[in-house]
């Protein structure tokens, strides 16, 4: 895990140290705390992944990449994600995410840098690159991982995996439900493949993701859902938790599979 701390400069230093003068109490030692936690959230990418990512096939991916066609129909989740909200999520969400992050970077030069650079430097750009390109980048992501070939379950490798890390499918289910039921406002839960090649759950907020430098549980994401509003409010309202149940009915095990197998590789 050495890769993910950097060192501390001076400055982190000097703040460990006044807190550490300052006081014993629990809310100087909590906010220290949060301090460590800053500095390792501005580590630089991670240098294994950064290794790995430019193996994936997703890696011809620039800011001026256009959306992919639904590998479904609008209706195709149904009863589980409704036509409407797919279309509007799709139409709408996804093509405003792409349409902006083509805009924003037309006129840099980064616009002909792979996405997956991009993200493990996200620091050095606007966010508003970070938002879009982050938007753009999930959804074409979560596309490819649900599908109207309902009732799948993990096999193979990727099973093996998830008992070793977990310790069965229903303890990683629920592990990743509550990632995604407990996000606090707008955000995303992810199974991701850390650079020790292990299976690791987390969320991040708005459009982030584990590629991104600034995200503190980073990884090769191979599963994402998507808990904003938007991708359930239609036909969910408030009950976030039904919605994040609904979605394992509707996973695509193989190209979740595919995603594992093809980032062990890359990581090799
Ligand atoms: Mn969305």
Redesign the pocket.
């Known amino acids: 895990m050495k890769n993910l701390i950097s060192s501390p400069s001076a400055g982190q230093n000097s703040r460990r140290d006044f807190f550490k003068k300052a006081s014993l109490s629990g809310i100087a030692l909590f906010v220290t705390s949060k301090f460590s936690f800053a500095a390792r959230s501005a580590s630089a990418g991670n240098p294994t992944l950064n290794q790995a990512v430019p193996k994936l096939a997703e890696y011809h991916l620039t800011a001026q990449s256009k959306q992919l066609p639904l590998p479904y129909a609008y209706n195709d989740l149904e009863p589980y994600v409704d036509a409407r909200t797919m279309e509007i999520?799709y139409s709408k969400?996804h093509a405003a995410y792409t349409k902006n992050m083509n805009e924003a970077s037309a006129t840099t030069d980064y616009i002909t840098k792979p996405l997956f650079q991009l993200f493990s430097e996200i620091e050095k750009y606007p966010v508003f690159l970070k938002n879009n390109a982050g938007g753009f980048y999930n959804?074409l992501l979560f596309w490819t991982i649900m599908s109207h070939s309902t009732g799948q379950e993990p096999e193979g490798n990727l099973l093996s995996a998830i008992n070793d890390s977990f310790g069965s499918v229903a303890k990683f289910k629920e592990g990743f439900s509550n990632a995604g039921k407990k996000q606090f406002g707008s955000g995303w839960a992810w199974l991701s493949v850390n650079e020790q090649g292990k299976l690791v759950i987390s969320s991040t907020q708005n459009q982030d993701n584990p590629l991104m430098s600034t995200t503190e549980v980073k990884g090769i994401p191979v599963l994402a859902l998507?808990v904003?509003e938007?991708?359930y409010y239609l036909q969910y309202q408030n009950r976030r938790p039904d919605y994040v149940d609904s979605f394992w009915k509707i996973v695509n095990w193989k190209e979740v599979s595919r995603r594992y197998d093809e980032a062990l590789s890359a990581l090799k």
Do not use: P, R, V
């Open positions: 999520h969400h959804h998507d904003w938007h991708a």
